[in-house]
């Protein structure tokens, strides 16, 4: 598919949803969402190239074109999409390099930016580049679960411990991905933080309240830059907010899916 032998699912009938994955995840963590929505709407997600059940092949591509492609082969026709975190910048990618599959947009968590000028991020990426570079993948699956997981005012005994395995399962999986030498990403240019005005579609932004500051900022300044966009801040959960408050953000979803 587009070039790469990428999995992907889809069901049920109705208005099209897609769900992209958070980058500590793969398209297991809409399990929930996926089983719920597919009685009233046709319901797609996949793995991203690199994650789960996808491989990475060499070459250059475009994320915003996969889902263009998945939505396409799904049969979705102007969709929902749903991103969490790096699947929510695809999300927006998507909807500005291809708008019209794009009905809605239902952001979770985006960053825009990888927050390069946040010092806890900046230190969060040398400590996982360290333990890749000498192999300890437990090790920066562990880093990932306490920035992404955790967030920076939890400790790990503090989380749902089955939410902590899901994700430590899937985040394990990406690092052990083999990833060619020849491989190059074709980003958007301007890129989508600079093209938020841009944006013509009902939009619903949600984070957790424990998240990481630059992600809480991000979506603020989504909110603010996006026509209409709707914010909405979960409490008592951090970065993978969907898996910790699973029925509280499928209220949200369902609210924004019959208002918009």
Excluded: K
Excluded at 87 to 93: E, R
Excluded at 159 to 188: C, N
Aim: contains cysteine; aromatic residues 8%; negative net charge.
């Amino acid at each position: 598919m587009n070039g790469a032998d990428l999995y992907a699912e889809w069901t049920g009938a109705g208005p099209g949803l897609l769900f992209l994955h958070a980058g500590v995840a793969d398209s297991r963590m809409w399990d929930s969402e996926f089983d719920s929505f597919s009685d009233r709407f046709r319901v797609a997600r996949f793995d991203t190239r690199g994650f789960g059940r996808s491989p990475m092949p060499s070459g250059s591509f475009a994320y915003h074109d996969d889902v263009a492609e998945v939505a396409r082969e799904a049969g979705l026709g102007r969709a929902t999409l749903i991103g969490c975190s790096f699947g929510a910048n695809i999300a927006l990618d998507t909807c500005l390099a291809h708008p019209e599959l794009v009905e809605r947009l239902v952001l979770v968590a985006p960053g825009l930016v990888g927050g390069d000028d946040d010092e806890a991020m900046r230190r969060f990426g040398e400590e996982e580049e360290a333990a890749l570079e000498r192999g300890d993948l437990d090790g920066a699956t562990e880093l990932n679960l306490r920035m992404w997981v955790d967030g920076p005012r939890r400790a790990p005994g503090q989380v749902d411990a089955a939410v902590r395995e899901r994700v430590r399962v899937m985040q394990r999986d990406a690092f052990a991905v083999e990833m060619p030498e020849s491989v190059a990403r074709v980003r958007l240019d301007p890129p989508a933080s600079e093209r938020l005005g841009e944006i013509r579609v009902p939009t619903l932004v949600v984070v957790g309240a424990l998240d990481v500051p630059f992600i809480l900022a991000a979506t603020d300044r989504v909110q603010r830059e996006v026509p209409g966009a709707q914010r909405f801040v979960i409490p008592d959960a951090a970065h993978m907010v969907t898996m910790e408050r699973p029925a509280e953000f499928q209220r949200l979803l369902e609210d924004f899916l019959r208002s918009s």
